[in-house]
């Protein structure tokens, strides 16, 4: 028999041998066909999954009031659409070499740990079977949910972290992949962003809050402002219709220069209340002003009050009676504050109340030790 002639077994060694690379070949593909598949469906899965942790966690910028509802609530919406067995979210201490845990999920009756100690916190990491759990990161990320595979993200800006952990690698929790950063990434900046508008809402609340008692105190300093101002008015144009009128005849020259005195001193008065204007004007935008305070005799504002009162109170037949102890102390205060401006509020207050004819009676009077106050006396009693 020539050896160099293939015989029939040859012959279906060599077939067999290209059918068997060739079957190997098949096999071959069809795995990376079967991974490319698997591939494609983590990753679509990857990005319902996504898609639905977006949709929901947006819902609770109307659903809750606080930040700290939203930590809680995250969680959950992450921990059900993770399927994972915890979840935790941190926050980055001022010291910059902890972590803070604000939010945790899936520890039951397990207490969770209150800080992490991690000084250069990565900013994206997972762990597999095959990690090396006693080498850092793994061994100081593992201590936050006492699970071998975790899945974290860290945003540098917010200084937030967010790590969701599972106790085993199979069917129901896979193992993780580089391509989960987008699942972690993305559900951590919906939790920020959430934060956000909770903060900005809470700072405009406060803004509104604060802008309300700056009107509220407008108000009030301008119905402060009007009684004020109409107290001089009045004494000004009473003493001036007194002496345009000659109601106390045409030779009382000097009971009306003693008017047009008042009328002075009322429109200086006037005047030092508008410079008070000026002063807030000018303490809104400088933030404080200095007060300049001044030794001042309580006789001279009370008797002061008393001129300005009289037109109204002649007006009305009222009789006004003053009372001041002499050689009262010289007290100390800036000008129109609420020593000077007492005695002329209970003056307002007697002529507010009273209706023609009476008496009133304004007095000085030692109120307690230390303290001193201005009392007046009707027929109805002393206030």
């Known amino acids: 028999m020539n050896p160099e002639v293939p015989t029939p077994v040859q012959d279906l060694g ?71 067995d915890r979840a935790a979210i941190l926050k980055r201490a001022p010291d910059r070499e902890r972590f803070i845990v604000t939010h945790t999920l899936g520890f039951g009756e397990e207490d969770p740990p209150d800080e992490l100690v991690l000084p250069s916190p990565p900013s994206f990491y997972y762990t597999t079977s095959a990690t090396r759990m006693e080498e850092p990161p793994a061994r100081d990320l593992v201590r936050i949910l006492r699970l071998p595979y975790l899945l974290w993200a860290f945003e540098t800006e917010s200084e937030y972290a967010l790590i969701i952990g599972n106790r085993s690698e199979g069917n129901v929790n896979r193992p993780f992949e580089a391509g989960d950063r987008e699942l972690i990434e993305g559900a951590l900046s919906v939790y920020v962003d959430i934060v956000y508008r909770k903060r900005t809402e ?129 007290l100390l205060a800036a000008p129109h504050t609420a020593g000077h401006r007492q005695p002329v509020e209970q003056r307002d207050q007697v002529h507010a109340e009273r209706r023609q004819g009476g008496a009133s009676h304004l007095r000085r009077r030692r109120t307690r030790p230390r303290h001193r106050g201005f009392r007046y006396r009707d027929r109805h009693g002393e206030r």
């Open 14 to 84: 060599r077939e067999l041998e290209f059918y068997r690379r060739e079957y190997n070949d098949l096999g071959a593909r069809v795995l990376r066909l079967q991974e490319e598949q698997s591939r494609a469906f983590r990753e679509a899965r990857r990005s319902r999954t996504v898609a639905r942790l977006i949709r929901e966690a947006y819902k609770l910028v109307d659903r809750t009031s606080s930040i700290d509802e939203v930590g809680a609530l995250m969680l959950k919406i992450v921990v059900d659409n993770t399927i994972c």
């Open 202 to 330: 809470e700072d405009l609340r406060a803004a509104k809050r604060e802008a309300e008692s700056a009107r509220a105190a407008q108000a009030a300093f301008l119905a402060s402002l009007s009684h004020d101002l109409r107290t001089p008015l009045n004494a000004i144009i009473g003493f001036s219709e007194v002496i345009r009128d000659q109601l106390l005849g045409p030779d009382t020259q000097e009971k009306y220069r003693e008017y047009a005195t008042h009328i002075h001193e009322s429109g200086t008065h006037l005047l030092s209340l508008i410079n008070d204007i000026l002063d807030l004007s000018k303490l809104e935008k400088q933030g404080s002003i200095p007060l300049q305070e001044e030794p001042f005799e309580i006789a001279d504002v009370v008797h002061q009050a008393l001129k300005d009162a009289l037109p109204a109170a002649q007006e009305k037949g009222i009789a006004v009676e003053v009372s001041v102890p002499d050689q009262m102390p010289l």
